[in-house]
């Protein structure tokens, strides 16, 4: 994909304390990530008519980062491949596009206008304030964590530099059995580099599936040739000349490696919000329109702690989402926050994974205390997990069931009852059940 | 370089030059097409892309695949003989293609 070059100074935005023409005021992005892209586009959709810029940290245009783990890793996804919007997309939609700048200091008066500076001293001038700074991978506190061949994997950078050290690598560590750890495992197996998987909870995924998901997943990625070791912790790792040579495990184990990915979650990005006296708790404290703290500045995606979206909550659960959907549907709340619009962000949450030959899709969300519902598909893989909190359905874990999943999704947003009993009964499909659900007796 | 024709449910049609390797649905999004939303980037997870194929691009396309079937049995928008999800239509060189954009994806 084509880099976009970073302006020069002498823009007509670049004069710091120029005064806010409210005719057209200046929306400025910070954070291109699909969360930042999304809003851009959609704020100048819902009728924003003043400029908007939008600041990347990384050198590229915006880009889609699902495939990073996936097929970019096989190398079956081309650089160019990656790019959310055309060049031509930013030009029409009067979108300035900054990109390989760093913002690293906020002024946010009261009135939620300001002053964003870039390390390398350019300043912008806004009228209103976007955060979409993402998250950063979480830190192992794990000692010789800096060895060369340790990587952990976020964006394009990481997945290069990691798609690299695969064409060589001989016996790759996966550190954290979750989405992406195992993504990564499934790829490198694939691609003929043994791999052994460390989780230290007993299951895997273990945060976002429940058991029974998790053991059908780690079947199919055994059977392919993932080998998975759960309820142990790595200890340390160990080195020669400054390069990774093995894990030491907690329970004596030590094993070889000159890979290791650490895919232990993420952190929202949130220093520059705390810095300018936004609330901060693990992420920035948004309310159902995005809106920060100063009930001016916005922020979306894995950098806001939000409210549940989901129909069902009462709006006193918080929490942050890591996904394309959210990133997405919270950016397009946002932007109606933004133009006056004002629909607060209500939305059934959904993720997807790409789990060797399984794939993953989970709607709603489950706590670790709800019940299942086991069932299994038609055509061979495909089982669904449905999660009951007493009485009602709050989430589907589908494996290789998209339609299940699609059924699903639409129920939650329609709060159709299934109860558990019928539920149970794989004689019809889900959408059956629930398209019978609906038609009124 | 292929060619790809957009309808709209009004009729409003675009044109759009793509790149061969694309898929509809990329072209689409990346160049602000409403109507098609691709919120998985391509999948076959999210079933926002759901189109009408012209049934002159029929034989242009490899058929529909079992997920993409069960996934088009769940379009928001009621499915018909010549639907297809547009990001499993990947373009060739010098095509000419045709979809009319269904009324919704969510």
Known sequence: ????????????????????????????????????????????DQGWKGPITLIGGEPHAPYTRPPLSKTFLKGQTPLSSLA????????????????????????????????????TGRRWRFDRLALATGARPRHLPIEHADLDGVLTLRDLHDAQALAQRLTTATALVVIGGGFIGLEVAATATAAGVPTTVVEAAPTLMNRVVSAATAKIVATAHRAAGVRIRTGVRPLRLRGTNGTITAVELDDGDELPADLVVIGVGAQPRDELARAAGLHCDN???????????????????????????????DGTVRLRLESVDNAVEQATSAAGTLTGLHRPYRSVPWFWSDQGNLKLQIAGLARPDDEIVLRTGRRPGQ????RYRGSRLVAAECLNSPADFLAVRRALGEE????????????LSLKEHLAAARTPR | MPKIFYTQPDGRQTALEATAGDSVMQTAVRN???????????SLSCATCHVFLAEENTDDFPPVGDDEDEMLDCAATERQDNSRLSCQLIL???????????????
Do not use: F, K
């Open chain 1, 383 to 386: 089982h669904t997990t449905l």
């Open chain 2, 92 to 106: 060739r060189e010098g095509q000419e293609v045709h979809v009319t954009i269904p009324e919704a994806q969510l």
């Open chain 1, 416 to 427: 159709t009852p299934l109860p558990r009993v019928t539920a149970a009964d794989t004689g």
């Open chain 2, 32 to 42: 602000g097409v409403s109507g098609i939303v691709g919120q998985c980037g391509g």
């Open chain 1, 283 to 313: 992420g920035i404290v948004v309310d159902a329109h995005c809106l920060a703290s100063d009930g001016h500045t916005i922020a979306v995606g894995d950098c806001a702690n939000l409210p549940d979206p989901s129909p069902a909550s």
């Open chain 1, 1 to 44: 994909m084509p880099a976009h070059p970073a302006r020069g100074p002498g823009s007509p935005r670049d004069h710091p304390g120029s005064p806010a023409v409210n005719t057209t005021p200046h929306l400025l992005i910070v954070g291109a990530g699909q969360a930042g892209a999304h809003l851009a586009g959609s704020a100048r």
């Open chain 1, 84 to 119: 959310l919007r055309s060049d031509a997309y930013y030009t029409q939609h009067r979108i300035d596009l900054v990109v390989d700048e760093h913002i690293d200091h906020i002024e946010l008066a009261g009135d939620g206008t300001g002053t964003a500076t870039a390390a």
